[in-house]
């Protein structure tokens, strides 16, 4: 009887990920002088589980390197060998050396063989050190593959049988004690035995796919006996569940209710999009039906405005929570960062904390995966160019520790990341001289926000040394230009010997947009809500013509390049006296620019759908919406729009 795993490594890929992740995590908070039992238990399970699931697969190469990396650990946490820092390096290797193993059978990657066989070396030579109570640990032969049958389980581990914990009797990705059990239990598992009709049935009934479901109480009191568990894999179960939902908490706090198992499932996001995307189509319906009613007497259809009032609410209630579903706490991204200020550190020779704050502040997925490379940016800027050497630190009165902030919360409709650092701080006169050096358009009565965005220019390095970190100029203007595609903005507040502090402002979602609608030339354009700053009349004696920079308008002293929406698309029958038309005053990378349009329509939730994908990409135009009316509306790319000005006066 076959049976095709194929359509399961996915899940085991999304699963051996998270355990790695918890792995790395707990590792790094462990004390040596006296580590935790919790956490080195719970460590030992998650290489336990990436070794059975493995195993299953037949993805022998990974099996090879956690059954070494099982050994050490399960000497460590039955106290025949007393944890050094050389083995916390050696286990953080070797989950590289997994996750690259991982990325090499979902990716179809290149693994460096040799970085393997060097971790599994290391682990290998501290498993059978001196320090062991017991006899020195044979060397490990190669897994070879194995049947189904020759295990006594389901056929997932080379050296001992199964584990097949109370909370997780399906397909038993989640390891724990070795328990014994017989073909009868095999039989409701992967369908490698031949089995009846009616266990087939109620296997389905009790286990769907089984990765995360309990069974059905009422069911397994009729299927065949289960053999007996030991009351200490029973008690683990529950808590295992939990450290996989919160793979950054102590695993002496996960004990979570007994429920916990059914609490949550996995939703492909292909899944989650499309929903998201049928509900937006929902909101365009119901914008639609509204703007068809609103010329109907109200009087006469008085119940139907009720109703879609009601629509209105439910619609926005819905949208909100499909949204949700793609929200996730920005901790995924922020558990990287330990890892890198530990092994930057010991490269730099500093010493170095970090503290992460809001670690539970939710955002959208999309901007969960496009934030991790700017703030690696950030992060190494400040480990290598922000704090000091211990020795400069204590000269100067400090603490020889430094210490890196990160911080996350929500602020109105944005999320606000903030990258702070206790160290040297930004140089004012190192910023202006090498600017000057450049030959950039700069002056000593700058102020100060606009001396710290320089260091985001292309190419721009105060470092007197370059390094394999960081000194070349490149990165930071990556740092920007990033953030701004994701509709956010940088800001940077630093003080000469105290630090800096570089906070990002983004979107919640990149789905859904708070926009005004203006009108130019009879065409409706949406300008991001985020970017306007205000609207205003233009009075004649506030224009300035000036010989190669175009036209410019005076603010409250402060002179703005102006730009026309109507010249920059090309749209005809649109106004062009600047002063019988209407100015918004948009904000994008720091700079102001003044958009000449006909008129404000109003403020909008919109749908954003990509103009790429469904026609082609457009310069001036960032997405498109389906209005109320049916018809489509552009929205404004206002980076693009503001440096039109300096383009037209090239």
């Given at each position: ?105 979902r990716d179809n990657t290149e693994v460096d063989e040799q970085l393997v066989k060097d971790a599994r070396a290391n682990l290998e030579r501290l498993s059978s050190s001196e320090q062991t109570t017991a006899a020195p640990a044979a060397k490990v032969a190669p897994v070879a593959a194995t049947t189904p049958a020759a295990d006594e389980g389901y056929g997932f581990f080379d050296d001992e049988p199964a584990a097949v914990p109370a909370a997780d009797p399906g397909y038993g990705f989640f390891g724990d004690e070795p328990v014994k059990h017989d073909a009868a239990e095999d039989a409701q598992g992967y369908g490698f035995f031949e089995e009846t009709p009616v266990q087939k049935a109620e296997r389905e009934e009790q286990r769907g796919y089984g990765f995360l479901q309990e069974p059905n109480p009422d069911t397994l009191a009729a299927a065949p006996t289960a053999p007996e568990v030991k009351p200490e894999a029973t008690a683990e179960a529950p808590k295992l569940v939990a450290e996989q939902a919160h793979p950054n908490r102590r695993a002496a706090d996960r004990a979570p209710p007994p429920a916990a198992a059914d609490s949550s499932i996995r939703v492909s996001v292909e ?380």
């Amino acid at each position: 009887m076959s049976f095709d795993l194929s359509q399961f490594y996915q899940v085991f890929f999304e699963e051996a990920a998270e355990h790695l992740t918890n792995m790395e995590s707990l590792l790094l908070g462990l004390d040596v002088a006296d580590p935790s039992m919790d956490d080195l238990n719970a460590i030992f399970r998650a290489a336990h589980s990436i070794k059975g699931g493995a195993g299953t697969f037949g993805f022998n190469d990974m099996t090879e390197v956690t059954h070494v990396l099982e050994t050490l650990l399960d000497k460590l946490r039955k106290q025949e060998m007393q944890l050094t820092t050389e083995m916390v390096n050696a286990f953080l290797e070797a989950g590289d050396v997994i996750s690259m193993q991982l990325a090499g059978h979902r990716d179809n990657t290149e693994v460096d063989e040799q970085l393997v066989k060097d971790a599994r070396a290391n682990l290998e030579r501290l498993s059978s050190s001196e320090q062991t109570t017991a006899a020195p640990a044979a060397k490990v032969a190669p897994v070879a593959a194995t049947t189904p049958a020759a295990d006594e389980g389901y056929g997932f581990f080379d050296d001992e049988p199964a584990a097949v914990p109370a909370a997780d009797p399906g397909y038993g990705f989640f390891g724990d004690e070795p328990v014994k059990h017989d073909a009868a239990e095999d039989a409701q598992g992967y369908g490698f035995f031949e089995e009846t009709p009616v266990q087939k049935a109620e296997r389905e009934e009790q286990r769907g796919y089984g990765f995360l479901q309990e069974p059905n109480p009422d069911t397994l009191a009729a299927a065949p006996t289960a053999p007996e568990v030991k009351p200490e894999a029973t008690a683990e179960a529950p808590k295992l569940v939990a450290e996989q939902a919160h793979p950054n908490r102590r695993a002496a706090d996960r004990a979570p209710p007994p429920a916990a198992a059914d609490s949550s499932i996995r939703v492909s996001v292909e899944k989650v999009d499309q929903l998201i995307n049928l509900v937006g189509e929902l909101v365009i319906t119901q914008a639609m039906l509204s703007q068809s009613a609103s010329l109907l007497d109200p009087i006469v259809v008085e119940r139907l405005q009720s109703g879609l009032t009601q629509l209105q609410r439910n619609t926005r209630d819905i949208q909100e929570a499909v949204m949700a579903v793609r929200m996730l706490p920005i901790s995924f991204v922020f558990s990287r960062f330990p890892r890198v200020v530990r092994d930057m550190a010991a490269k730099l020779n500093k010493k170095i904390d970090l503290k992460t704050l809001g670690e539970g502040t939710e955002l959208d997925k999309g901007l969960i995966e496009k934030i991790a490379d700017p703030l690696t940016h950030l992060i190494r800027n400040s480990l290598d160019h922000g704090i000091e050497m211990p020795e400069k630190r204590l000269a100067a009165g400090k603490s020889e520790t430094g210490t890196i902030t990160l911080n996350a919360f929500h602020q109105g409709g944005n999320i606000v990341i903030e990258v702070a650092d206790d160290g040297g701080g930004l140089s004012r006169s190192r910023i202006l001289n090498k600017a000057k050096e450049r030959g950039m358009n700069v002056s000593d009565d700058m102020p100060d926000s606009a001396v710290w965005m320089l260091i985001y220019e292309a190419g721009f390095s105060t470092a007197e040394v370059v390094t394999d970190v960081s000194g070349r100029g490149v990165g930071m203007d990556v740092v920007k230009r990033n953030i701004a595609e994701l509709g956010g903005r940088v800001e940077i507040d630093s003080a000469e010997g105290f630090g800096t502090r570089t906070t990002i402002r983004l979107p919640l979602t990149l789905a859904i947009l708070d926009g005004l609608s203006v009108s130019v030339g009879g065409q409706v354009f949406i300008a991001p809500l985020g970017s306007i700053v205000e609207s205003l009349q233009v009075k004649a004696e506030d224009l300035k013509s000036v010989s190669g920079e175009g036209h410019l308008l005076r603010v409250r002293g402060e002179y703005l390049p102006l730009v026309s929406v109507h010249e920059v698309f090309n749209i005809e029958n649109a106004v062009t006296d600047f002063t019988k038309g209407i100015v918004v005053i948009i904000e994008a990378e720091g700079k102001k620019t003044a958009l000449m349009v006909d008129e404000l329509l109003g403020q909008h939730q919109v749908v954003i759908k990509s103009l790429a994908s469904n026609f082609r990409k457009v310069a001036g135009i960032s997405g498109a919406t389906i209005m109320g009316d049916g018809k489509v509306a552009l929205i404004l790319d206002v980076i693009a729009l503001a440096a039109q000005h300096s383009h037209n006066r090239t």
